[in-house]
C-alpha cells in the first residue's frame, strides 16, 4: 500500500508517494530531499548491476541515502545526500545531488548531479559529474 504527502514549497506543490507504514516527513526540506532520492533511485536501479539501496538516519544529520553495486573493480557502496538550499555539505559522502542554485558549494574530487537533470531524459551515468 503507499500514500501520498501533498508538499508545499516556495517553488510550488508537489505529491510526495511513500510506503503506507512510513511516517511522513519532517518538514518541507526532508519530502523534497525524498523526491530526488526517488529520481535518483529509478534511473539507478535499471542501469546499475548488482543495485540495492537504502535509506540512512543518522543522529544529527538529514536522511542520506546509501547504493551499493557491482562497479568495475568489484562491489562499491556510495552515500548519497541531497543538500537542500542553505544546508551544509557532509564531506564523507560520495555524490551530492544539488539543486541548480548550489552549484558553488561543489567538493572538490566528489561526484555531483544537479537534481533537474533527473527530470530530463538520458543515463544516470553520463549526468554524473566529477566536481
Same mark, same amino acid.
Request: glycine residues 6%; neutral net charge.
Given at each position: 500500500?503507499a *500514500?501520498?504527502?501533498?508538499?508545499?514549497?516556495?517553488? #510550488? $506543490?508537489? %505529491?510526495?508517494?511513500? +510506503?503506507? /507504514?512510513? %511516517?511522513? +516527513?519532517?518538514?518541507?526540506? /526532508?519530502?523534497? *530531499?525524498?523526491? =530526488?532520492?526517488?529520481?535518483?533511485? !529509478?534511473?539507478? &536501479?535499471?542501469?546499475? @548491476?548488482?543495485? !540495492?539501496?537504502?535509506?540512512?538516519?543518522? %543522529?544529527?544529520s538529514?536522511?542520506?541515502?546509501?547504493?551499493?553495486?557491482? #562497479?568495475?573493480?568489484?562491489? /562499491?557502496?556510495?552515500?548519497?545526500?541531497? @543538500?537542500?538550499?542553505?544546508?551544509?555539505?557532509? +564531506? =564523507?559522502?560520495?555524490?551530492?545531488?544539488? $539543486?541548480?542554485?548550489?552549484r558553488?558549494r561543489?567538493?572538490?574530487? &566528489?561526484?555531483?548531479?544537479?537534481?533537474?537533470l533527473?527530470?530530463? +531524459?538520458?543515463?544516470?551515468?553520463? &549526468?554524473? &559529474?566529477?566536481?
Amino acid at each position: 500500500m503507499a *500514500r501520498w504527502v501533498d508538499v508545499f514549497t516556495a517553488i #510550488g $506543490p508537489f %505529491r510526495l508517494w511513500l +510506503p503506507a /507504514e512510513s %511516517r511522513p +516527513p519532517l518538514d518541507a526540506q /526532508e519530502a523534497c *530531499r525524498l523526491a =530526488v532520492y526517488g529520481l535518483f533511485f !529509478s534511473l539507478a &536501479k535499471n542501469e546499475v @548491476p548488482g543495485f !540495492s539501496w537504502q535509506l540512512v538516519k543518522a %543522529r544529527n544529520s538529514p536522511l542520506q541515502a546509501q547504493m551499493a553495486f557491482n #562497479g568495475a573493480n568489484g562491489p /562499491e557502496k556510495w552515500l548519497i545526500d541531497a @543538500p537542500r538550499l542553505d544546508e551544509e555539505i557532509n +564531506p =564523507v559522502v560520495d555524490v551530492y545531488i544539488l $539543486p541548480m542554485e548550489g552549484r558553488k558549494r561543489e567538493i572538490p574530487g &566528489k561526484k555531483f548531479i544537479l537534481d533537474e537533470l533527473l527530470l530530463q +531524459p538520458g543515463m544516470l551515468k553520463e &549526468k554524473i &559529474k566529477l566536481a
